[in-house]
């Protein structure tokens, strides 16, 4: 059998004396350049050879006075410099009262001092001494040096159990006290607001928001367990709610782009596509009944997406 192998890799006389001498001025141009350095340094004089040490010895010299002056670099590039700081001037001070300009005096660095006045702003409050010890910064070292000085009021130390009052309309309210509904009220889950949901016990402003935030994704719920998809316990609920499916705003299948239908809680994107592309090659979408037959889709998901989608 003929070898096409033989015939490409076949060499005249005269192409293997081409090849043979090409490696030999490859071969001589590698060694010449490894070899140029040692021969040039053997044909340079006395005189260029005293230049050349010469030039070495001043940039080793360059070198050393670079890694000389690196430490001093970096002690100049700190943030605050000790000569720029003014001296602390020990005196007494109320850490609850003080204000910015006293704190300095007390040679704490500015964002320290701020960091002081936020947690204050925020109502913090200093109620013993070993508190100002917990300030982010603060070293064992300045807390000693300072905890002589600290003077903290009798009135700071008592902590208040009652709750403070604020008049509205000349009416006196308690602050702290959130009405509740009584037991037997109900509410309807597909209208109430993060005011109303409040007022159902057991439901904060943290739950609320996750409440009102799903139900606006989904378009509004169907029924009262789709609080599971947020992680709530809807037994401890189902009492307060009453749900009307007819609340529910739904999507228009026909009209909506890739990127609405997938920003649905139960339609990812593989469904969304299947959905734009069925409009591109059959037109208009009348019923979920032919994406039974897509591997995008169980029946579980076209249940589900059917409280939430519209042909119109």
């Known amino acids: 059998m003929h070898n096409p192998f033989r015939s490409f890799f076949y060499f005249s006389r005269g192409e293997r004396r081409g090849i043979l001498v090409l490696m030999a001025v490859i071969i001589l141009i590698f060694l010449t350049g490894l070899l140029y350095p040692y021969l040039r340094q053997e044909s340079l004089s006395p005189e260029e050879k005293r230049k050349q040490a010469a030039s070495v010895a001043e940039y080793e010299a360059f070198l050393a006075s670079i890694e000389e002056k690196e430490p001093q670099r970096k002690q100049r590039s700190t ?5 720029y700081l003014p001296p602390p001037t020990p005196v007494s001070f109320n850490p609850n009262t003080a204000d910015s300009a006293l704190f ?4 704490l660095p500015a964002w320290m001092v701020r960091n ?8 913090g409050k200093f109620r013993k001494k070993a508190d100002f010890s917990k300030i982010y910064g603060l070293t064992e070292e300045q807390y000693q040096t300072l905890l002589p000085y600290i003077r903290i009021a009798p009135e700071d130390t008592v902590r208040s159990t009652r709750p403070s009052l604020i008049s ?6 308690l602050k702290n006290i959130q009405y509740k509904y009584p037991a037997g009220t109900i509410v309807e889950l597909n209208l109430a607001d993060t005011t109303e949901l409040k007022k159902i016990p057991g439901i904060g402003s943290h739950i609320a928001r996750l409440i009102t935030g799903y139900r606006q994704r989904l378009g509004g719920f169907y029924r009262i367990e789709q ?19 007819q609340k529910i705003h739904p999507m228009n299948l026909n009209r909506s782009s890739i990127e609405r239908l997938r920003s649905h809680p139960y339609i990812n994107f593989y469904q969304a596509k299947a959905f734009v592309e069925y409009r591109k090659k059959n037109g208009t979408i009348r019923s979920l009944k032919p994406f039974v037959l897509y591997e995008e889709f169980s029946e579980t998901d076209l249940e589900r997406i059917g409280h939430y989608v519209c042909f119109e």
């Open 79 to 83: 943030p605050y410099p000790a000569k």
């Open 104 to 107: 300095c005096r007390l040679g």
């Open 116 to 123: 002081i006045l936020n947690y204050r702003r925020k109502g």
């Open 168 to 173: 509205v309309d000349s009416t006196t309210f």
């Open 227 to 245: 609080l599971q998809d947020i992680h709530l316990d809807y037994h401890l609920l189902e009492s307060w709610f009453h749900v009307d499916p």
